[in-house]
Structure formats: C-alpha cells, structure tokens
Nanobody, 125 residues
Framework: QVDLVESGGGLVQAGGSLRLSCAASGCTFTDYAMAWFRQAPGKEREFVAAISRTGLSTYYTDAVRGRFIISKDNARGALFLQINNLKPEDTAIYYC??????????????????WGQGTQVTVSS
C-alpha cells in the first residue's frame, strides 16, 4: 500500500510563498509520476502540476505556470511544490497524487492511483 502524506500548508498573505511537501512510503518512488491537485471551497478538484517518474519533465496548469514549481526527490521519496506570489484564489486544499501507469503523469484526477489527505493553503488579501 502506497501512503502519501502532505505537509507545509498554512496561512499566508498575498504575495507570500510556501513550500508543500509530500512524503511517499510503501512504494518504489521512481515507478510513479506525481502530481499536485487542489480543491477550493465549493469547487471541484483541479489539476495544478505534474512531474514525470524521472523528475525531468514537468507541466502546469496555466493559472500557476511561472509561480509554482513542482519537483521530485526520488532518493528521499518526496514530492515538492514551491508556491510563489500567492494569490487569494490559490486558497484550497492541496493534494499530492501518484500515477503508476503513465511515465509523465496526466492532468486527469481519476487516472491517479493514490492520494494523500491534503494540506490546507489559505491566502489572505
């Protein structure tokens, strides 16, 4: 069983930064492409960013490109999301997810095999 545990969320003012982490256990981390999704109050879960199994290929949703950076430390079994220039509309629960079948991941949430419990990010204006 693969376990994913997010951390690093919090309350931050607009323009600030956070670094989210996702610790994986129970798996060979290099077997998985990884992603971050988020869900704001009253909205559906949406794709944020994905990274390939090797960590060499990344892609982002347009709303965060240039502000968010996804990275992966295969040796430590950890996934990260550096969030810069936070905006109130970034307020959401952020989830990490693992995809065993696709080497580059996907933006489709229903194609991920494992999910963490989420970490809350709240941005005040």
């Amino acid at each position: 069983q693969v376990d994913l545990v997010e951390s690093g969320g919090g309350l931050v003012q607009a323009g600030g930064s956070l670094r989210l982490s996702c610790a994986a256990s129970g798996c060979t981390f290099t077997d998985y492409a990884m992603a971050w999704f988020r869900q704001a109050p009253g909205k559906e879960r949406e794709f944020v960013a994905a990274i390939s199994r090797t960590g060499l290929s990344t892609y982002y949703t347009d709303a965060v490109r240039g502000r968010f950076i996804i990275s992966k430390d295969n040796a430590r079994g950890a996934l990260f999301l550096q969030i810069n220039n936070l905006k109130p509309e970034d307020t959401a629960i952020y989830y990490c997810a693992a995809d065993k079948d696709r080497p580059y991941g996907t933006s489709k949430s229903d194609e991920y095999d494992y999910w963490g419990q989420g970490t809350q990010v709240t941005v005040s204006s």
